[in-house]
């Protein structure tokens, strides 16, 4: 399959365009790339016996070739790319010449990490008063390889989830990701995202997700969540490991959440003060979009099972060691 399938819109003089996000769906280092661009301007790493990894570009095409097959008639949108740490490199004739001298045919360059994502429209819903549109994607990050062994099975991430219009913050459970795909072949990665499509319960996620609508924390247990997820980045592993939920975000990414929860126009505290679970869900996957490109999907997973966690604790009354 050739990623044309899914290009980026092209105006009329030819131009590839990318489509406008207003807030990309990571930000931290990265940048955005065309699929086009990726294909085309990128060399494909390779292991000590000069076999080659499995390229980026395959990558995507085999997580989007793996959904199309399972959603035959739905509506898939093109691929958002997003890219970070690049390998700058050169070719044997351009051996000691100077950087600034350099021509376009002389320069190498892969990203040791790149992430995608690709929306479904026709699949959606409205969660608390945000449309959420299903979104399956991945992420590739190389520095997780042994490049300097021969070929072996490649780590790969894909995930299933949705991707909510208001913010485009992305809504993943551990039940939509896949966390550690190690694959030899291309079509290893297509069996692979079809059974992770195929499996994904929907419904349940839309379902739960609804539910963090109707819990409220007060100022004051905000307060404490803030306080304690301070506290749970310092406590002796003894300690931690005693606490069954873990907070997935870092103390820079609580600073955010404790910002946006002042500032945030969609997802503030409310007049009265306290903040529904829902919104409390969104500034967390908010901050997240800070993440590097190899944590974001592990973060985004740990923010639904730590929301649905208090969810729980709030609707039954019982302690939380967060809240506490």
């Not at 003089?13 to 990571?26: A, C, D, K, L, S």
């Not at 994502?117 to 997780?144: C, H, K, M, Y």
């Amino acid at each position: 399959m050739d990623l044309q399938l899914m290009a980026p819109v092209t105006l009329s003089n030819g131009e590839e365009v990318m489509e406008q996000e207003e807030r990309p769906f990571i930000m931290a280092n990265t940048i955005a790339i065309t699929p086009k661009e990726l294909k085309e301007r990128c060399i494909i790493p390779s292991f000590a016996d000069n076999e080659s990894t499995i390229s980026h570009t395959n990558f995507i095409e085999a997580v989007y070739l793996g959904a199309q097959s399972w959603l035959k008639h739905e509506t898939f949108k093109p691929p958002k790319v997003r890219v970070s740490h690049p390998v700058n490199g050169r070719v044997p004739g351009a051996m000691g010449k100077p950087a600034k001298f350099l021509t376009e045919q002389e320069k190498t360059l892969y990203y040791e990490r790149m992430m995608f994502e690709i929306e479904i429209p026709s699949i959606r819903d409205t969660v608390n008063r945000n449309q959420l549109n299903l979104t399956i994607g991945g992420v590739r990050a190389l520095n997780t390889e042994n490049l300097y062994t021969k070929k072996s099975e490649e780590k790969f991430k894909v995930f299933i989830g949705f991707n909510n219009l208001v913010c485009l913050n992305l809504c993943i459970s551990t039940d939509g990701l896949k966390e550690e795909l190690r694959a030899r072949t291309v079509s290893e990665i297509v069996e692979e995202t079809v059974k992770l499509v195929s499996n994904f319960n929907a419904p349940l996620q839309l379902r739960q997700m609804a539910e963090f609508g109707d819990e409220f924390l007060s100022e004051h247990q905000f307060a404490q969540l803030v306080g304690r997820s301070r506290m749970y980045q310092h406590l002796p592993p003894k300690i931690k490991k005693d606490i069954p939920v873990v907070m997935p975000l870092s103390d820079s990414q609580i600073n955010m959440v404790t910002r946006q929860y002042y500032h945030d126009e969609s997802f503030k505290k409310a007049d009265e003060g306290g903040v529904s679970l829902w919104s409390l869900f969104n500034l967390f996957t908010g901050a997240n979009k800070s993440s590097y490109i190899d944590s974001f999907l592990t973060r985004g997973a740990g923010s639904h099972t730590f929301v649905n966690d208090l969810q729980i604790a709030l609707k039954e009354g019982s302690e939380h060691w967060f809240l506490q």
